[in-house]
């Protein structure tokens, strides 16, 4: 297991379409984050599983957004109805722990809406 | 979101100088973790500190946690071309579960 892995790299979207993103965690990570970076900022958290049950999300995390972790493994992003203002870099992390020393990020999600 | 005030947003420096960053907030955080992160990948965690006052040191780097709990800084001393990049301070909180509040980031450039 190399890490934490995130697919697509990158995804070129137009404004209005839906788009899915795929992380696989470390395998022995129970828990798996969803974080959004734009330009020139940090990460924003926008959720958060414990295995398969989602147990925080952000008010950022808009209706037209969905994170699933259907057997507690890897986990989809849903953007629905995509808008410019959802290009960002989407991160997945994983731990074990629940302190940030065992966050594990991966190299992210490109997206660009046009 | 909530985000951490991290200073300076910038530094241009020379190989072998010491730099310094800080981060402050406004409220309390129990954790304090500092992040480098590269161009098109993830921030890669490389200090984490657990207690107030606590001085930690990892190779050329070195950062505290606040006495207050409310502030961090970080310290790189003989600065190397590879420590180019953008670095994140992150605080978490007892009560926000495993959620981290992230800075805004220091561009850090060296000249060789």
């Known amino acids: 297991d190399t890490g934490v892995s995130q697919n697509p790299r990158h995804k070129i979207t137009k404004r209005g379409q839906n788009v899915t993103f795929r992380c696989d965690p470390i395998?022995?990570?129970?828990?798996l984050y969803w974080y959004r970076q734009t330009l020139g900022q940090g990460p924003e958290f926008l959720t958060y599983?414990?295995?398969?049950?989602?147990?925080?999300k952000s008010r950022l995390l808009s209706d037209r957004f969905s994170a699933e972790r259907p057997k507690g493994s890897f986990s989809t992003l849903e953007i629905q109805r995509t808008e410019q203002g959802d290009s960002a870099m989407y991160l997945c992390?994983?731990?074990?722990?629940?302190?940030?020393?065992?966050?594990?990020f991966g190299s992210g999600t490109r997206l660009t809406v046009v | 979101g909530q985000q951490l005030n991290q200073s300076p947003q910038s530094m241009f420096i020379q190989e072998g100088e010491d730099v310094s960053m800080n981060c402050t907030s406004s409220?309390?955080?129990?954790?304090w973790l500092w992040y480098k992160q590269d161009p098109g990948e993830g921030p890669v965690l490389l200090i984490a500190?657990?207690?107030?006052?606590e001085l930690t040191s990892n190779g050329r780097l070195t950062a505290q946690f606040g006495i207050t709990r409310k502030d961090s800084f970080l310290n790189i001393s003989a600065s190397i071309p590879s420590d180019v990049g953008i670095y994140f301070c992150?605080?978490?909180?007892?009560?926000?579960?495993?959620?981290?509040?992230f800075g805004e980031g220091t561009q850090l450039t060296v000249n060789p």
């Open positions: 992390a994983s731990s074990v722990y629940t302190t940030g020393h065992g966050y594990t």
């Open positions: 395998s022995e990570h129970n828990r």
């Open positions: 599983f414990q295995n398969e049950a989602q147990l925080e």
């Open positions: 409220s309390i955080f129990n954790t």
């Open positions: 500190l657990y207690k107030a006052g």
């Open positions: 992150a605080g978490q909180k007892e009560t926000s579960g495993s959620r981290l509040t």
